[in-house]
C-alpha cells in the first residue's frame, strides 16, 4: 500500500466553480501535512501547510481528518490560474522523510 | 518563504559522461536537503537525503556510487551523475527545509532538466 494515495484526475471544472481534493495516508503516526502546486515543467511550491484545526487562505481551505486518515483541500472560486497539480505530502515520522503523492491535476476552463 | 537555487536549469549531455547539479540554500542554512527525480507525468521520487558533513543516506533502489552527493557546507549541496546513460534522463530536484524557523516544509529549488544524448 502505498504512503499516500491521491486521485490523479483530471479535475475538469469552470471558471468559478468549487472543487475539492482528498489525499490518503496510510501511517496513523504521521505528524506533518502539507499541500504543493506543481505547474507543468517546474518545480513544486508550497500551497499550504494543513493543521490539525484546519487552514485558510483566501479561496483555498486545508483540513486534516486523523481518524480517517486523509486530507483535504477545497478550492472556491476556481480561477484558470489555478490549473496546475496539486499534491498532497506527508511527514511520518520526523521531518527528514517525506512522502508525496501522485498528484491531482486540475484543469479550470473558461 | 525560503529560496533555493539549483544550477544548472538545463544540461544536454553525451552518454558517458558526468554531469554536476549544484543545489543552495540561499536565505537560510539547512544541514539536510533532499534529492527528488520526477519523469514525464509521474510524482516526484526521493533518491537521497544529503547530509551536511556526513554520507547521503539513499533510497532503496538507488545506486549511491552512479549518483553522488556532497554536503560540504551548509548552503550547498551537490548531485554528480556518473557516467550518464540516456535512462537518467529525467528532472532533477532538491529541496531544503529552513531547520530554524521550525517548520516542516521543504522548499524546492527550480529543477534541473537533464537529457543525456
Known amino acids: 500500500r502505498k504512503e499516500v494515495e491521491q486521485d490523479p484526475g483530471p479535475f475538469n471544472v469552470p471558471e468559478g466553480a468549487t472543487v475539492a481534493f482528498n489525499c490518503t495516508y496510510s501511517?496513523?503516526?504521521?505528524?506533518?501535512f502539507f499541500w504543493y502546486r506543481q505547474d507543468c515543467r517546474k518545480e513544486p511550491k508550497l500551497l499550504m501547510s494543513?493543521?490539525?484545526s484546519g487552514n485558510e487562505d483566501g479561496r483555498f481551505t486545508a483540513q486534516l481528518n486523523r481518524a480517517s486518515q486523509y486530507i483535504s483541500l477545497l478550492i472556491r472560486d476556481s480561477k484558470l490560474s489555478d490549473s496546475a497539480t496539486y499534491l498532497c505530502?506527508?511527514?511520518?515520522?520526523?521531518?527528514?522523510?517525506?512522502?508525496f503523492g501522485s498528484g491531482t491535476k486540475l484543469n479550470v476552463k473558461p | 518563504g525560503a529560496v533555493v537555487s539549483q544550477h544548472p536549469s538545463r544540461v544536454i549531455c553525451k552518454s558517458g559522461t558526468s554531469v554536476k547539479i549544484e543545489c543552495r540554500s540561499l536565505d537560510f542554512q539547512a544541514t539536510t536537503m533532499f534529492w527528488y527525480r520526477q519523469f514525464p507525468k509521474q510524482s516526484l521520487m526521493l533518491m537521497a537525503t544529503?547530509?551536511?558533513?556526513?554520507?547521503?543516506?539513499?533510497e532503496q533502489g538507488v545506486e549511491k556510487d552512479k549518483f553522488l552527493i556532497n554536503h560540504a557546507s551548509l548552503t550547498l549541496s551537490t548531485l554528480t551523475v556518473t557516467s550518464a546513460h540516456p535512462e537518467d534522463s529525467s528532472f532533477y530536484i532538491c529541496s531544503a527545509r529552513d531547520e530554524l524557523a521550525g517548520g516542516g516544509e521543504q522548499f524546492f529549488g527550480p529543477g534541473t532538466r537533464l537529457t543525456v544524448l
Open positions: 501511517n496513523s503516526a504521521s505528524q506533518s
Open positions: 494543513v493543521y490539525s
Open positions: 544529503s547530509n551536511e558533513g556526513s554520507k547521503a543516506t539513499y
Open positions: 505530502v506527508v511527514n511520518p515520522y520526523n521531518f527528514n522523510k517525506f512522502y
